[in-house]
């Protein structure tokens, strides 16, 4: 009974783009593993940037600062 467990940043990940992980998670188990995929849970789980850091640094500063450092148009 494979339980896999995606995190994303909540960051627009679309209904199709989470049925894709799903599918393609489930996939990789029924092929690299014959998994039953009757059996293969999927959970995705979208956090806040706020609630995830890298380096001692939020995501959300961190892409804050970033989008400083890029030129206006």
């Known amino acids: 009974m494979p339980y896999v467990h995606i995190q ?3 960051e627009g990940v679309s209904a ?3 049925a894709e992980l ?3 998670a489930t996939d ?3 092929r690299v593993l014959n998994k039953n995929p009757a059996t293969t849970f999927v959970l995705i789980e979208e ?3 706020d609630n995830w850091g890298i380096a001692g640094e939020s995501v959300t500063v961190l892409r804050a600062r970033a989008a400083q450092a890029v030129p206006q148009q």
Request: net charge neutral.
């Open 8 to 10: 994303v940043t909540r």
């Open 47 to 49: 956090v806040d940037t």
């Open 22 to 24: 799903i599918a393609g």
């Open 16 to 18: 199709e783009q989470k």
């Open 28 to 30: 990789l188990l029924v």
